[in-house]
Protein backbone atom coordinates (compact mmCIF):
# COMPACT_ATOMS: atom_id res chain seq x y z
CA UNK A 1 0.00 0.00 0.00
CA UNK A 2 1.43 3.20 -0.87
CA UNK A 3 -0.78 6.10 -2.14
CA UNK A 4 2.15 7.47 -4.40
CA UNK A 5 1.29 4.10 -6.74
CA UNK A 6 -2.32 5.85 -7.19
CA UNK A 7 -1.61 8.96 -7.39
CA UNK A 8 0.60 7.86 -10.12
CA UNK A 9 -0.47 7.14 -13.88
CA UNK A 10 -1.94 3.38 -14.75
CA UNK A 11 0.57 1.22 -16.05
CA UNK A 12 -2.13 -0.16 -17.74
CA UNK A 13 -2.35 1.90 -20.94
CA UNK A 14 -5.37 0.12 -22.24
CA UNK A 15 -9.02 2.37 -22.11
CA UNK A 16 -10.70 0.26 -19.41
CA UNK A 17 -7.32 0.05 -17.56
CA UNK A 18 -7.23 3.83 -17.73
CA UNK A 19 -10.87 4.48 -16.68
CA UNK A 20 -10.48 1.52 -13.33
CA UNK A 21 -7.37 3.65 -12.37
CA UNK A 22 -9.84 6.84 -12.53
CA UNK A 23 -12.52 5.77 -10.65
CA UNK A 24 -10.04 4.22 -7.92
CA UNK A 25 -8.71 7.94 -7.98
CA UNK A 26 -11.99 9.43 -7.77
CA UNK A 27 -13.33 7.06 -4.80
CA UNK A 28 -10.37 7.87 -2.83
CA UNK A 29 -10.72 11.81 -3.59
CA UNK A 30 -14.65 11.52 -2.58
CA UNK A 31 -13.87 10.06 0.79
CA UNK A 32 -10.98 12.48 1.21
CA UNK A 33 -12.53 15.81 0.24
CA UNK A 34 -16.23 15.06 1.80
CA UNK A 35 -15.88 12.14 4.10
CA UNK A 36 -17.58 8.88 4.70
CA UNK A 37 -20.12 7.28 2.15
CA UNK A 38 -21.81 4.55 1.63
CA UNK A 39 -21.22 2.49 -2.22
CA UNK A 40 -24.81 3.97 -3.39
CA UNK A 41 -23.94 7.34 -2.36
CA UNK A 42 -20.17 6.70 -3.83
CA UNK A 43 -22.20 4.94 -7.11
CA UNK A 44 -24.18 8.05 -7.62
CA UNK A 45 -21.63 10.73 -7.07
CA UNK A 46 -19.44 9.26 -9.72
CA UNK A 47 -21.89 8.25 -11.90
CA UNK A 48 -20.98 4.58 -11.93
CA UNK A 49 -22.93 1.18 -11.19
CA UNK A 50 -23.16 -0.34 -7.69
CA UNK A 51 -21.36 -3.84 -9.11
CA UNK A 52 -18.82 -1.48 -10.56
CA UNK A 53 -17.88 0.90 -7.36
CA UNK A 54 -18.46 -2.22 -4.65
CA UNK A 55 -15.46 -4.47 -6.51
CA UNK A 56 -13.42 -1.08 -6.79
CA UNK A 57 -13.87 -0.37 -2.59
CA UNK A 58 -13.20 -4.32 -2.40
CA UNK A 59 -9.91 -3.28 -3.90
CA UNK A 60 -8.95 -0.36 -2.00
CA UNK A 61 -10.45 -2.19 0.92
CA UNK A 62 -7.78 -4.86 0.48
CA UNK A 63 -4.98 -2.54 -0.80
CA UNK A 64 -5.48 -0.56 2.65
CA UNK A 65 -6.32 2.65 1.03
CA UNK A 66 -10.11 2.33 2.46
CA UNK A 67 -11.49 1.00 5.83
CA UNK A 68 -14.64 -0.07 6.68
CA UNK A 69 -16.37 2.02 9.55
CA UNK A 70 -19.34 -0.71 10.03
CA UNK A 71 -23.11 -0.46 8.98
CA UNK A 72 -24.96 2.66 9.38
CA UNK A 73 -28.33 2.70 11.51
CA UNK A 74 -31.34 3.63 9.61
CA UNK A 75 -34.49 3.28 10.01
CA UNK A 76 -35.39 -0.81 8.90
CA UNK A 77 -34.30 -2.26 5.57
CA UNK A 78 -31.21 -3.85 4.79
CA UNK A 79 -28.43 -1.79 6.49
CA UNK A 80 -25.22 -0.57 4.28
CA UNK A 81 -21.65 -0.20 5.09
CA UNK A 82 -19.80 3.27 5.59
CA UNK A 83 -16.68 3.50 4.07
CA UNK A 84 -14.00 5.99 4.90
CA UNK A 85 -10.58 6.73 3.78
CA UNK A 86 -7.52 4.96 5.92
CA UNK A 87 -6.30 7.82 7.97
CA UNK A 88 -2.30 5.37 8.12
CA UNK A 89 -2.57 5.29 4.47
CA UNK A 90 -0.92 8.69 3.84
CA UNK A 91 0.82 11.16 5.92
CA UNK A 92 2.49 14.88 4.92
CA UNK A 93 5.40 16.68 6.33
CA UNK A 94 5.31 19.90 7.44
CA UNK A 95 8.24 22.54 8.44
CA UNK A 96 7.90 25.86 9.50
CA UNK A 97 11.90 27.66 9.93
CA UNK A 98 11.62 31.00 11.84
CA UNK A 99 14.72 33.23 12.34
CA UNK A 100 15.47 31.41 15.68
CA UNK A 101 13.39 28.30 15.72
CA UNK A 102 11.72 25.64 13.68
CA UNK A 103 8.39 23.82 13.95
CA UNK A 104 7.68 20.51 12.36
CA UNK A 105 4.45 18.42 12.35
CA UNK A 106 3.49 15.02 10.74
CA UNK A 107 0.08 14.77 9.72
CA UNK A 108 -2.12 11.48 8.40
CA UNK A 109 -4.00 11.68 5.50
CA UNK A 110 -6.81 12.81 7.88
CA UNK A 111 -5.32 15.89 8.85
CA UNK A 112 -4.41 14.73 12.40
CA UNK A 113 -0.95 15.39 14.16
CA UNK A 114 1.15 11.76 14.57
CA UNK A 115 3.98 13.74 15.90
CA UNK A 116 4.79 17.42 16.23
CA UNK A 117 7.17 19.58 17.58
CA UNK A 118 6.83 23.47 17.96
CA UNK A 119 9.59 25.78 18.33
CA UNK A 120 12.32 23.43 18.37
CA UNK A 121 15.97 24.85 18.35
CA UNK A 122 17.57 26.35 14.90
CA UNK A 123 19.15 29.21 13.90
CA UNK A 124 18.40 30.31 10.19
CA UNK A 125 21.62 31.38 9.08
CA UNK A 126 22.29 32.13 5.13
CA UNK A 127 25.11 29.40 4.87
CA UNK A 128 25.39 25.54 3.81
CA UNK A 129 25.47 24.39 7.23
CA UNK A 130 22.51 25.69 8.24
CA UNK A 131 21.11 24.36 4.97
CA UNK A 132 22.55 20.53 6.56
CA UNK A 133 21.62 21.37 9.78
CA UNK A 134 17.84 22.05 8.83
CA UNK A 135 18.05 18.61 6.70
CA UNK A 136 19.28 16.72 9.34
CA UNK A 137 16.98 17.54 12.03
CA UNK A 138 13.72 16.64 9.24
CA UNK A 139 15.77 13.39 8.74
CA UNK A 140 15.82 12.55 12.49
CA UNK A 141 12.74 14.00 13.17
CA UNK A 142 11.40 10.90 10.68
CA UNK A 143 13.29 8.74 12.04
CA UNK A 144 12.03 9.51 15.83
CA UNK A 145 8.42 9.60 14.57
CA UNK A 146 6.49 6.17 13.92
CA UNK A 147 5.74 6.33 10.25
CA UNK A 148 7.42 4.82 7.60
CA UNK A 149 9.25 7.12 5.28
CA UNK A 150 7.29 5.22 2.48
CA UNK A 151 4.26 6.24 3.16
CA UNK A 152 5.32 10.11 3.84
CA UNK A 153 3.73 11.78 0.74
CA UNK A 154 5.55 14.67 0.57
CA UNK A 155 7.15 17.87 2.43
CA UNK A 156 6.36 21.33 2.85
CA UNK A 157 9.20 23.82 3.89
CA UNK A 158 8.34 27.30 4.89
CA UNK A 159 10.38 30.05 4.54
CA UNK A 160 10.19 33.81 5.14
CA UNK A 161 10.76 36.42 1.63
CA UNK A 162 10.67 35.88 -1.83
CA UNK A 163 9.94 32.32 -2.68
CA UNK A 164 9.43 30.99 -5.88
CA UNK A 165 6.96 28.01 -5.72
CA UNK A 166 6.53 26.64 -8.72
CA UNK A 167 10.02 26.64 -9.41
CA UNK A 168 11.20 25.74 -5.89
CA UNK A 169 13.87 28.76 -5.49
CA UNK A 170 14.43 30.47 -2.14
CA UNK A 171 15.76 33.93 -2.77
CA UNK A 172 16.52 35.14 0.85
CA UNK A 173 17.81 31.94 2.20
CA UNK A 174 20.11 29.29 0.43
CA UNK A 175 20.13 30.45 -3.12
CA UNK A 176 21.74 29.15 -5.87
CA UNK A 177 21.64 29.83 -9.35
CA UNK A 178 22.29 25.80 -10.74
CA UNK A 179 19.96 24.00 -8.64
CA UNK A 180 16.18 24.45 -7.10
CA UNK A 181 16.25 24.36 -3.02
CA UNK A 182 13.56 21.81 -3.25
CA UNK A 183 15.53 19.48 -5.55
CA UNK A 184 18.52 20.14 -3.13
CA UNK A 185 16.65 18.77 0.13
CA UNK A 186 14.71 16.10 -1.62
CA UNK A 187 17.85 14.81 -2.10
CA UNK A 188 18.69 14.39 1.56
CA UNK A 189 15.41 13.79 3.14
CA UNK A 190 14.55 11.51 -0.15
CA UNK A 191 11.29 13.15 -0.67
CA UNK A 192 9.27 15.15 -2.67
CA UNK A 193 10.05 18.47 -1.67
CA UNK A 194 7.81 21.31 -2.35
CA UNK A 195 9.30 25.20 -0.80
CA UNK A 196 6.03 27.78 0.52
CA UNK A 197 6.21 31.45 1.81
CA UNK A 198 5.92 30.82 5.36
CA UNK A 199 2.89 33.53 5.78
CA UNK A 200 0.95 31.94 2.83
CA UNK A 201 1.32 28.82 4.48
CA UNK A 202 -0.31 30.48 7.77
CA UNK A 203 -3.22 31.83 5.53
CA UNK A 204 -3.70 28.45 3.74
CA UNK A 205 -3.70 26.83 7.50
CA UNK A 206 -6.16 29.09 8.74
CA UNK A 207 -8.09 28.45 5.55
CA UNK A 208 -8.55 25.15 6.02
CA UNK A 209 -7.96 24.02 9.86
CA UNK A 210 -8.20 27.37 11.58
CA UNK A 211 -10.88 30.59 11.88
CA UNK A 212 -11.71 31.03 8.71
CA UNK A 213 -15.51 29.77 8.23
CA UNK A 214 -16.66 29.60 4.99
CA UNK A 215 -15.09 32.69 3.71
CA UNK A 216 -13.78 32.76 0.18
CA UNK A 217 -12.20 36.23 0.07
CA UNK A 218 -9.85 36.49 2.78
CA UNK A 219 -6.84 38.33 3.94
CA UNK A 220 -4.39 37.01 6.74
CA UNK A 221 -1.84 39.73 8.53
CA UNK A 222 1.49 37.69 9.42
CA UNK A 223 2.44 40.06 12.27
CA UNK A 224 5.52 38.88 13.61
CA UNK A 225 9.11 40.16 13.44
CA UNK A 226 8.43 41.11 10.12
CA UNK A 227 4.96 41.83 8.43
CA UNK A 228 2.88 40.41 5.20
CA UNK A 229 -0.01 39.48 4.04
CA UNK A 230 -1.45 36.54 2.22
CA UNK A 231 -4.72 36.07 0.52
CA UNK A 232 -7.12 33.52 -0.09
CA UNK A 233 -9.11 35.12 -3.47
CA UNK A 234 -12.48 33.02 -3.95
CA UNK A 235 -11.30 29.95 -1.93
CA UNK A 236 -7.93 29.70 -3.49
CA UNK A 237 -4.34 31.01 -2.91
CA UNK A 238 -3.24 34.47 -4.41
CA UNK A 239 0.48 34.08 -5.75
CA UNK A 240 1.26 36.63 -8.33
CA UNK A 241 2.84 36.15 -11.28
CA UNK A 242 5.90 34.30 -9.15
CA UNK A 243 5.03 34.09 -5.75
CA UNK A 244 6.26 37.09 -4.16
CA UNK A 245 2.60 38.68 -3.47
CA UNK A 246 2.00 39.74 -0.12
CA UNK A 247 4.78 41.69 0.73
CA UNK A 248 3.19 44.42 2.42
CA UNK A 249 6.10 45.05 5.14
CA UNK A 250 8.21 46.12 2.05
CA UNK A 251 6.24 49.02 1.14
CA UNK A 252 7.96 52.28 1.67
CA UNK A 253 5.54 54.41 2.98
CA UNK A 254 7.74 56.59 6.07
CA UNK A 255 9.68 59.22 5.46
CA UNK A 256 11.93 58.51 8.51
CA UNK A 257 15.63 57.08 6.88
CA UNK A 258 15.35 54.19 9.21
CA UNK A 259 17.07 51.10 7.13
CA UNK A 260 15.21 48.11 6.44
CA UNK A 261 15.87 44.82 6.54
CA UNK A 262 15.21 44.80 2.82
CA UNK A 263 17.85 47.35 1.95
CA UNK A 264 14.94 50.17 1.57
CA UNK A 265 14.21 53.35 3.24
CA UNK A 266 11.21 53.80 5.24
CA UNK A 267 9.07 50.64 4.57
CA UNK A 268 6.47 50.11 6.62
CA UNK A 269 8.44 47.59 8.67
CA UNK A 270 10.82 50.19 10.43
CA UNK A 271 8.25 51.61 12.72
CA UNK A 272 5.46 48.69 12.27
CA UNK A 273 7.39 45.05 12.99
CA UNK A 274 8.57 42.61 15.46
CA UNK A 275 12.12 44.01 15.02
CA UNK A 276 11.20 47.82 14.97
CA UNK A 277 9.28 47.54 18.64
CA UNK A 278 12.91 46.29 19.76
CA UNK A 279 14.25 49.55 18.34
CA UNK A 280 11.50 52.10 19.75
CA UNK A 281 11.72 49.76 23.26
CA UNK A 282 15.72 50.64 23.56
CA UNK A 283 14.69 53.99 22.29
CA UNK A 284 12.43 54.20 25.14
CA UNK A 285 14.41 53.41 27.74
CA UNK A 286 17.35 55.81 26.25
CA UNK A 287 14.92 58.54 26.60
CA UNK A 288 14.20 57.48 30.49
CA UNK A 289 11.19 55.55 30.22
CA UNK A 290 10.48 52.70 32.86
CA UNK A 291 9.89 49.11 32.16
CA UNK A 292 10.25 45.65 33.77
CA UNK A 293 11.06 44.16 30.86
CA UNK A 294 14.60 43.28 30.79
CA UNK A 295 15.75 42.10 27.23
CA UNK A 296 18.35 39.40 26.61
CA UNK A 297 21.38 40.38 24.91
CA UNK A 298 21.20 37.39 22.43
CA UNK A 299 21.30 37.86 18.45
CA UNK A 300 19.41 34.72 18.35
CA UNK A 301 16.53 35.90 20.83
CA UNK A 302 13.44 37.40 18.94
CA UNK A 303 13.68 40.00 21.77
CA UNK A 304 9.91 41.39 20.56
CA UNK A 305 8.82 38.21 22.59
CA UNK A 306 9.72 39.32 25.68
CA UNK A 307 7.72 42.62 25.01
CA UNK A 308 4.96 41.23 23.95
CA UNK A 309 4.99 38.72 26.77
CA UNK A 310 5.88 42.10 29.16
CA UNK A 311 2.11 43.89 27.93
CA UNK A 312 0.38 40.56 28.48
CA UNK A 313 1.44 39.05 31.51
CA UNK A 314 3.41 42.02 33.07
CA UNK A 315 1.34 44.62 32.12
CA UNK A 316 3.91 46.59 32.23
CA UNK A 317 2.76 50.36 30.79
CA UNK A 318 5.73 50.67 28.39
CA UNK A 319 5.15 47.34 26.91
CA UNK A 320 1.24 48.18 26.27
CA UNK A 321 1.72 51.90 24.98
CA UNK A 322 4.36 50.75 22.02
CA UNK A 323 2.16 48.00 20.93
CA UNK A 324 -1.00 49.97 21.20
CA UNK A 325 0.63 52.60 18.97
CA UNK A 326 2.03 50.36 16.61
CA UNK A 327 -1.30 48.38 16.23
CA UNK A 328 -3.20 51.67 15.21
CA UNK A 329 -0.55 52.43 12.71
CA UNK A 330 -1.21 49.24 11.25
CA UNK A 331 -4.80 49.28 11.13
CA UNK A 332 -3.99 52.79 9.23
CA UNK A 333 -2.40 51.31 6.45
CA UNK A 334 -4.42 48.04 6.55
CA UNK A 335 -7.41 50.38 5.60
CA UNK A 336 -5.54 50.61 2.23
CA UNK A 337 -5.47 46.66 1.77
CA UNK A 338 -9.41 46.61 2.86
CA UNK A 339 -10.41 49.29 0.32
CA UNK A 340 -8.34 47.45 -2.85
CA UNK A 341 -9.26 44.46 -1.83
CA UNK A 342 -12.94 44.56 -0.14
CA UNK A 343 -12.20 41.14 1.96
CA UNK A 344 -14.78 39.93 3.58
CA UNK A 345 -12.68 38.72 6.36
CA UNK A 346 -9.37 39.79 7.88
CA UNK A 347 -6.96 37.46 9.78
CA UNK A 348 -4.74 39.02 12.40
CA UNK A 349 -2.07 36.38 13.25
CA UNK A 350 1.43 35.97 13.61
CA UNK A 351 3.01 36.75 17.11
CA UNK A 352 1.43 40.63 17.47
CA UNK A 353 -1.75 38.43 17.43
CA UNK A 354 -1.19 36.59 21.07
CA UNK A 355 -1.99 40.45 22.32
CA UNK A 356 -5.90 39.86 21.98
CA UNK A 357 -7.65 43.16 22.51
CA UNK A 358 -4.18 44.74 22.94
CA UNK A 359 -3.65 44.48 18.90
CA UNK A 360 -7.07 44.08 17.70
CA UNK A 361 -8.93 46.64 19.15
CA UNK A 362 -6.46 49.70 18.13
CA UNK A 363 -6.20 48.05 14.62
CA UNK A 364 -10.45 47.79 14.76
CA UNK A 365 -11.03 51.38 15.52
CA UNK A 366 -8.21 52.62 13.15
CA UNK A 367 -9.93 50.68 10.17
CA UNK A 368 -13.11 51.86 10.84
CA UNK A 369 -11.72 55.53 10.96
CA UNK A 370 -9.32 54.72 7.85
CA UNK A 371 -11.18 52.60 5.27
CA UNK A 372 -14.04 53.51 3.37
CA UNK A 373 -17.54 53.06 5.22
CA UNK A 374 -18.88 50.22 3.00
CA UNK A 375 -15.90 48.36 2.55
CA UNK A 376 -15.41 48.15 6.67
CA UNK A 377 -18.88 47.19 6.92
CA UNK A 378 -17.89 44.07 4.53
CA UNK A 379 -15.15 42.86 6.55
CA UNK A 380 -14.97 40.87 9.61
CA UNK A 381 -11.97 40.96 11.83
CA UNK A 382 -10.72 37.69 13.90
CA UNK A 383 -7.83 36.84 15.64
CA UNK A 384 -6.05 33.66 14.43
CA UNK A 385 -6.92 30.52 15.98
CA UNK A 386 -3.90 28.33 15.26
CA UNK A 387 -1.65 30.62 16.65
CA UNK A 388 2.20 29.08 16.63
CA UNK A 389 1.35 25.84 14.61
CA UNK A 390 -0.45 28.05 11.74
CA UNK A 391 2.71 27.71 9.86
CA UNK A 392 3.48 24.36 10.39
CA UNK A 393 -0.64 23.19 10.02
CA UNK A 394 -0.47 24.99 6.42
CA UNK A 395 2.18 23.33 5.35
CA UNK A 396 0.90 20.47 5.75
CA UNK A 397 -2.54 21.11 3.76
CA UNK A 398 -0.14 22.54 1.26
CA UNK A 399 1.28 19.29 0.72
CA UNK A 400 -2.29 17.81 0.71
CA UNK A 401 -3.83 20.26 -1.72
CA UNK A 402 -1.20 19.24 -4.14
CA UNK A 403 -1.23 15.93 -4.04
CA UNK A 404 -5.55 16.10 -4.16
CA UNK A 405 -4.87 17.81 -7.30
CA UNK A 406 -2.88 14.99 -8.84
CA UNK A 407 -5.84 12.88 -8.53
CA UNK A 408 -7.30 13.15 -11.86
CA UNK A 409 -11.39 13.03 -11.80
CA UNK A 410 -12.97 13.21 -15.47
ZN1 LIG B 1 11.78 46.63 3.53
Redesign the pocket.
Known amino acids: MNLKNLLDNSTDTSLSGQKWHMLRQAIVKRLLSSGNATIAELGSELQSSVPTVTKAVNELLIEGYVVDMGKITNSGGRRPSLYSINPTCAYFLGVNVNRASMSIGLQNIKNEFVSIELDSSFVLENTAESLQELCNLINSFIEDSAVEKRLIVGVCINLSGRINSMEGFSYNYFFSENRPLTEIIADQLGLPVRLENDTRAMTFGEYREGIVDGEQNIIFLNYSWGVAIGMITDGKLYYGKSGYSGEF ?2 STIFNNEIM ?3 G ?1 LG ?1 L ?1 TEISGWSLVNQFKNALKEGKQSKVVLEDNSHTLQHHAIISGAINLEDSLCIELVTNQSEKMGRYLSIILNIFNPELLVIGGDFSQLGDYALLPIQSALKKHSLGLVNRDVKLKKSSLGLRAGVIGACCVVKEKMLSQLIIN
Request: proline share 0%; net charge neutral; hydrophobic share 0%.
Open positions: GHCQCKCE
